[in-house]
């Protein structure tokens, strides 16, 4: 682990290793999970040509069929004007698709067959290491390796791409509103050039990210972590900066429970909901995504658990 507040970089290869190189990485695995949230990875399994390939995707795609229309939008228009609230935009250009367990990739025509095999091979090994984290996550709070895989099984997995494009007035937008994830596991390819990220430790200081280096990958854990963990692992609030020099590249990856799997704490603790479905959760989330976590659950609890 690294100085107070730097973020911590995690060697997954220590999960390889002897007894006590095992322990050691699940230790400071547990440390991240319950002190911060969000941590990087390194020696993770992604191929780091895969991720390049991934990442000359997204540029390449920005470019030719997302640029125009984005500063063509009303965003920029009415940004131009200075008719746009922090509070009800993000300026960002992005797009989802679905890998698991259905894919849509099919809807984006633009997209030819060998890049679809690029992303592919990309995906089957991002869900190989949410699985992995999974299992260490389960482990760490003393239940069986499978009980976060089983519990969102069979797993929705989806990526959201995106562009922030560099803004002319960052002082009246947000990239990206402050926000937790829904969800469960969330593996981001980040800029390895421009920053903006940045998350909320502690409830009290905001941390940059910065960008990538070395290979990294970056990692935060989403609501239905912090409900199966009771608190133990919160989800924590995030939000991107809007810059004027440079466009900043992202790709996030979301292993989350299918909508049907039914989440609940894994041991009694009151101030959580559950069970419920994942579905029900992700509706309401909708609609509070930029409000206040505490109170998203304490609905659901009462709508739902």
């Known amino acids: 682990m690294t100085g107070p507040m730097e973020i911590p970089v995690i060697d997954l290869s220590g999960l390889n290793g002897n007894d006590e190189e095992r322990s050691r990485t699940l230790a400071q695995l547990h440390e991240a999970c319950k002190d911060w949230g969000f941590f990087w990875v390194e020696n993770h399994g992604v191929d780091g040509a895969l991720m390049d390939e991934v990442k000359s995707f997204v540029y390449g795609h920005y470019e030719?069929?997302?640029e125009s229309k984005f500063y063509a939008s009303d965003l920029a228009k009415n940004l131009e004007n200075?008719?746009?609230?922090s509070d009800e935009a993000d300026w960002e250009a992005t797009y989802f698709i679905h890998h698991h367990p259905k894919?849509?990739?099919?809807?984006f025509l633009e997209i030819p067959p060998p890049t679809r095999d690029t992303l592919d091979a990309y995906i089957a090994q991002m869900v190989a290491l949410a699985e992995r984290l999974a299992e260490c996550v389960g482990l760490n709070l003393g239940l069986p390796a499978a009980h976060v895989r089983d519990a969102f099984a069979p797993p929705f997995v989806g990526t959201?791409?995106?562009m922030y494009p560099p803004c002319p007035?960052?002082?009246a937008v947000w990239d990206f509103r402050a926000h937790t994830d829904a969800g469960g596991i969330i593996l981001l390819l980040q800029d390895d050039a421009v920053g903006g990220l940045e998350f909320l430790k502690g409830g009290r200081e905001w941390v940059p990210v910065g960008p990538t280096r070395n290979g990294r990958l970056f990692v935060n854990i989403g609501d239905q972590i912090e409900v199966i963990s009771g608190g133990a692992y919160p989800s924590v609030v995030h939000r991107v900066a809007a810059g004027e020099q440079g466009r900043?590249?992202?790709v996030a990856t979301f292993y989350n429970p299918a909508a049907d799997a039914v989440v609940a704490p894994a041991r009694v603790a009151p101030a959580y909901p559950?069970?419920?479905r994942f579905g029900d959760y992700l509706e309401y989330y909708?609609?509070?995504k930029f409000g206040d976590k505490g109170a998203r659950f304490q609905a659901v609890k009462k709508l739902f658990g």
Do not use: E
């Open 82 to 85: 200075n008719n746009v609230s």
């Open 64 to 66: 030719d069929h997302l």
């Open 248 to 250: 900043r590249l992202s």
């Open 169 to 171: 007035r960052p002082d």
């Open 160 to 162: 959201k791409f995106a």
């Open 103 to 107: 894919s849509n990739i099919a809807n």
């Open 274 to 276: 559950g069970p419920y």
């Open 286 to 288: 909708q609609g509070t």
